[in-house]
């Protein structure tokens, strides 16, 4: 199954909270997973993306665990600023010319 | 640089007309070339890709068409829109053989009444 599900589909977090987003796939052949950020009316940006040979990165206040036996793996955003507001994709591909197979996208809303 | 253009950025059109989005690509060759939808600010779905001139792949039967005359040139039209047709529809872009990393147009706001 080329499926990527994504939870939850909204999220309310305080200023200065974690926010975190989950996803989990199904097809072992995916070997890249990104997240895209996408602000209202604009198109979606890479934000962070990660490899199954590593556990975890971090970029600034963003962060992906990966957890391959699982088929797991999640969006941590540190410190959440009302600046994160957006709606998230994770997606994943076994890279060449398959495109990205998308969750559902998750609306975050971080609230002073 | 590599940059994106996907015109126009609105559209009201009425139910029954045509459409034709344009989207063109500068600063790299050879792009493979997709086009999204996203209905109610929601969820991506994939319509079509391009890996190269004259060849679309379609991933949902519908009433919509894709072309691309030019290496950099992703067109996606309708000869008779549908109200199940408005939505957000974004054109992207990603280097031959990486379609790990897209990079997205703008966007087009279709509002079929």
């Known amino acids: 199954q080329q499926q990527v599900k994504q939870s939850p589909q909204s999220l309310i977090v305080q200023k200065g909270g974690i926010s975190i987003i989950n996803c989990a796939y199904e097809?072992?052949?995916?070997?890249?997973f990104p997240w895209y950020q996408q602000f209202p009316g604009k198109g979606p940006a890479l934000l962070i993306a990660i490899r199954p040979d590593v556990s975890e990165k971090k970029e600034g206040r963003f962060t992906i665990s990966f957890n391959k036996s699982a088929k797991q793996f999640s969006l941590h955003i540190m410190d959440s600023q009302p600046g994160d507001s957006a709606t998230y994709f994770c997606?994943?591909?076994?890279?060449?010319?398959?495109?990205?197979?998308f969750g559902k996208g998750t609306r975050l809303s971080v609230i002073a | 640089s590599q940059t994106i253009h996907q015109w126009p950025a609105t559209l009201v059109q009425p139910v029954g007309s045509p459409l034709s989005l344009e989207c063109t690509v500068e600063?790299?060759?050879?792009?493979?070339l997709y086009w999204y939808r996203q209905a109610a600010g929601r969820g991506l779905q994939l319509l079509f890709y391009s890996v190269g001139i004259g060849q679309i792949s379609s991933e949902v039967p519908q009433n919509l068409s894709a072309s691309r005359p030019q290496d950099r040139q992703f067109i996606l039209s309708s000869k008779k829109l549908l109200l199940s047709d408005s939505g957000f529809y974004l054109c992207?872009?990603?280097?031959?053989?990486?379609?790990?990393?897209?990079?997205f147009g703008s966007g087009t706001q279709l509002s079929v009444l």
């Open positions: 997606a994943a591909t076994n890279s060449g010319n398959t495109p990205l197979v």
């Open positions: 600063g790299t060759s050879n792009p493979n």
């Open positions: 992207a872009w990603s280097t031959r053989g990486l379609s790990e990393k897209l990079f």
């Open positions: 097809n072992t052949a995916f070997d890249y």
